[in-house]
T-cell receptor, first 113, second 115 residues
Framework: NAGVTQTPKFQVLKTGQSMTLQCAQD?????MYWYRQDPGMGLRLIYY???????DKGEVPNGYNVSRLNKREFSLRLESAAPSQTSVYFC????????????FGQGTRLTVV | AQSVTQLDSHVSVSEGTPVLLRCNYS??????LFWYVQHPNKGLQLLLK??????LVKGINGFEAEFKKSETSFHLTKPSAHMSDAAEYFC?????????????FGTGTKLQVIP
């Protein structure tokens, strides 16, 4: 059981370049999330998807877009990368209901130069 | 509204001494509470969770947390620290309303264990 798989693990971009972070889960979860982690700030929600076909903005959505391709996959796209987007990105998924914990991927370390 | 406050950004203990990581929360709904651990350059791993079944929750690696509703706290403890406990710990509150699950993270507490 792989859980939540993120690709790539590391990436260096030049300012203005675009890229897509991929995430897939095999736990049949409805909800999926994208977070960014910056020192001293914990994890901040970028976007989430409560179910296939729906997406909503989180706390820090500017500069990002997402696609919930199907129930398994939830991708995060940076259209024009900026140095402020240098961060570690985590994808997570969770089941419905108030007692479900989130399962996390291993993270993508992104550097924008 | 929902929020989490981790009262210490850094905690330093000697190996073999008790660990206390403090967390206070606020939530408009009956929340679930979690502690996650993140070792350097790793993803997040669930330590333990509170889901209203019992106020004292036991987790992995000897960690415990006690849910105190009157104090809106969910502090993480361990009787005796090991070197391998050095990591960053996140308190998380989760509630389900309006058809979706809202998850809020604290800003983290870095635990240093001194030999």
């Amino acid at each position: 059981n792989a859980g939540v798989t993120q690709t790539p693990k590391f990436q260096v971009l030049k300012t203005g370049q675009s890229m897509t972070l991929q995430c897939a889960q095999d736990m049949n979860h409805n909800s999926m999330y994208w977070y960014r982690q910056d020192p001293g700030m914990g994890l901040r929600l970028i976007y989430y998807s409560a179910s296939e076909g729906t997406t909503d903005k989180g706390e820090v959505p500017n500069g990002y877009n997402v696609s919930r391709l199907n129930k398994r996959e939830f991708s995060l796209r940076l259209e024009s990368a900026a140095p402020s987007q240098t961060s570690v990105y985590f994808c997570a998924s969770s089941g419905q209901g108030g007692f479900a914990e989130a399962f996390f991927g291993q993270g993508t370390r992104l550097t924008v130069v | 509204a929902q929020s989490v406050t981790q009262l210490d950004s850094h905690v330093s203990v000697s190996e073999g001494t008790p660990v206390l990581l403090r967390c206070n929360y606020s939530s408009s709904y009956s929340p679930s509470l979690f502690w996650y651990v993140q070792h350097p350059n790793k993803g997040l791993q669930l330590l333990l969770k509170y889901t209203s079944a019992a106020t004292l929750v036991k987790g992995i690696n000897g960690f415990e947390a006690e849910f105190k509703k009157s104090e809106t706290s969910f502090h993480l403890t361990k009787p005796s620290a090991h070197m391998s406990d050095a990591a960053e710990y996140f308190c998380v509150v989760s509630s389900y309303s309006g058809g979706y699950q809202k998850v809020t993270f604290g800003t983290g507490t870095k635990l240093q264990v001194i030999p």
